[in-house]
């Protein structure tokens, strides 16, 4: 069904990296969503009534903020794929990481509001009529949102969409409520504990703890998470096969949400080498990083003397530095300014962040490792962070 629905609705769902091939998988995601959980919400509330059961009523409560949330994610991913414009220049994909904040809010307010109910069918417990058929469309109901779930993973993980990954979680805490209710009905057949009310309460409560999880999910990239070291890796391959390229560090990406990714590199070129040779090799880099990923990359060009054997002696050193010190993760940029009776050697730095607790050990820990090369060397050092690990 889930090929089915792709292949009929969406038109080069290949093309994940397209805003709006993008938009195309949010809106069948937001009108599947509206239509299986309006559907599951009418079928709960029939059982509830009919049974007089509370927790089957605030599943079916729980289901129609589900189709409310697909609603938002409609509109969301809608809204997501619009242009930049002058007040938003990056565009607004970000909207689509909000989108998952609101549906993770709407779900705790259900969450709260359930637990008012429940609590009161605890204190005024009425009898629940278990019925064959109310359990079997219950299972019914269980297996849609497995369906559902799994409908919800498939986009999502094609997209890489933080927002349908959310809603794939919910479709996972919603089998857990609903089996948890047939659990409750069935217990009631079999016992003369009515623990209806309480079964609710504590559907309430998995949604409030739903509803929080998924917050934390979707927060994250406004927050300015770590980039996917897959694609730092991949990134960092296409610029060290540009030809020339004998180097690549201080690589920054920035989200600006799903498909709207921007990115700035230190790429090292032979000083010796024709400028404009190593210019265009450079622009071809980019658009590259444009054609696979949609990535708007500017490569910033480091020019590095390879013929001075001083730095090759120095590099080969501190690479063995690096490699043995704790805190230390790389050194680039480094250069030979010769004086009289000194010679600074100036270089950056990157440090874990272990190591940005430790910065004036570390840069005497440099300079006592410079002198055994020789006396006159003197570290100037600049630390960086590793923005992409």
Not at 40 to 63: E, R, W, Y
Request: net charge negative; hydrophobic share 45%; proline share 3%.
């Amino acid at each position: 069904m889930t090929k089915f629905l792709i292949g009929r609705f969406i038109k080069d769902r290949d093309n994940t990296d397209s805003p709006e091939v993008r938009e195309s998988y949010g809106k069948l995601a937001g009108v599947t969503g509206i239509c299986t959980n309006v559907f599951l919400s009418l079928l709960k509330a029939l059982l509830g009534i009919f049974s007089g059961s509370i927790a089957i009523l605030a599943d079916a409560v729980n289901n129609l903020s589900d189709a409310a949330a697909s609603v938002i994610t409609f509109v969301g991913f809608k809204m997501a794929a619009k242009k930049g414009d002058k007040a938003h220049p990056y565009g607004h994909a970000r909207i689509e990481y909000m989108t998952g904040i609101v549906v993770a809010a709407l779900i705790i307010l259900v969450g709260f509001q359930l637990i008012s109910s429940s609590y009161e069918k605890i204190l005024n417990p009425n009898p629940v009529a278990f019925s064959y058929p109310t359990a079997i469309l219950l299972a019914v109901a269980i297996g849609v949102k497995v369906w559902q779930m799994l409908f919800y993973f498939h986009l999502g993980k094609r997209i890489k969409s933080a927002a349908l990954k959310a809603a794939g979680i919910d479709s996972r805490n919603d089998v857990v409520a609903t089996s948890a209710v047939l659990l409750a009905l069935a217990g009631g057949r079999l016992t003369d504990v009515n623990a209806d009310g309480f079964m609710g309460l504590a559907v309430a409560a998995f949604i409030i703890y739903s509803g929080f999880g998924l917050i934390r999910e979707t927060v994250q990239p406004l927050l300015g998470q770590a980039p996917d070291p897959d694609l730092i890796k991949k990134i960092k391959e296409l610029v060290l096969r540009g030809d020339g390229v004998i180097g690549v560090h201080d690589l920054i990406v920035h989200d600006y949400g799903p498909g709207r990714i921007f990115a700035s590199v230190h790429i090292e070129v032979d000083a010796a080498r024709d400028i404009l040779r190593s210019h265009d090799v450079i622009d071809s880099i980019e658009r590259e990083a444009m054609k696979r990923w949609n990535i708007e990359l500017v490569g910033h060009m480091d020019p590095v003397d390879t013929n001075d054997p001083l730095i090759h002696e120095l590099k080969t050193r501190m690479a063995d530095v690096v490699a043995s010190a704790d805190g230390v993760v790389d050194l680039h940029d480094l250069r030979v300014v010769r004086g009289e009776e000194r010679i600074n050697v100036i270089f950056d730095a990157v440090l874990s962040e272990a190591g940005l607790a430790r910065t004036d050990e570390i840069r005497e820990m440099l300079k006592r490792e410079l002198k055994k090369t020789d006396e006159r060397l003197e570290a100037v050092v600049t630390f960086d962070t590793d923005y992409s690990s």
